[in-house]
């Protein structure tokens, strides 16, 4: 069996281009191709920086919507857009950039730290999230200013 790393529309950059903020990076990822169609895979710290205990998707944005708006405390993330297209904006409170995803096939780390915003979502995106924690209120930063604080700290 065949398998070929996807290769994502950026790639024809330096990769040091995509990591201005920490260790946030573009990952390809196993893409099999079969006439039947496509596959892809992700298997735990074999390709990502870490184990993950949680999957959650978002789906059905309504036009115009943004999702987001928070840092985290130690969670780290990996999104990849399952279906259409989206951006991710990340800050770490001294630089801003914007990743656009719109292939199965590679996704973008996300480090502990980092203020993300996810907008301009396709007509029928699905924005899969990979995370390295279950889901716990008190790792959140929801409020900029208070995030701005501690990356100071
Ligand atoms: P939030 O993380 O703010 O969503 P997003 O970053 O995509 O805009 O979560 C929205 C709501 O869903 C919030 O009330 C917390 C809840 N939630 C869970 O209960 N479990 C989870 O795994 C996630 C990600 C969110």
């Known amino acids: ?37 496509n596959l892809t895979f992700i298997e735990g710290s074999n390709h990502l920086p870490f184990d993950f205990k949680r999957v959650y998707y978002l789906y059905d944005v309504p036009g115009g919507a943004e999702r987001g708006g928070h840092a985290h405390k130690k969670l780290q993330q990996f999104i990849v857009a399952v279906s259409g297209s989206f951006d991710v904006v990340l800050s770490d409170g001294n630089e801003t950039k914007t990743f656009h995803l719109n292939r199965s096939c590679y996704g973008l780390y996300l480090d502990n730290m980092v203020w993300r915003v996810i907008n301009n979502f396709s007509s029928g995106a699905v924005c899969m999230v990979i995370a390295s924690e279950y889901y716990s209120e008190d790792d959140y930063y929801r409020n900029y200013e208070t995030f701005l604080e501690a990356t100071k700290e």
């Open 1 to 37: 069996m065949i398998i070929c790393y996807c290769y994502n529309n950026i790639l024809s950059l330096p990769i040091v281009s995509l990591m201005p903020l920490k260790n946030c990076k573009v990952i390809d990822l196993p893409k099999i191709s079969d006439p039947r169609g």
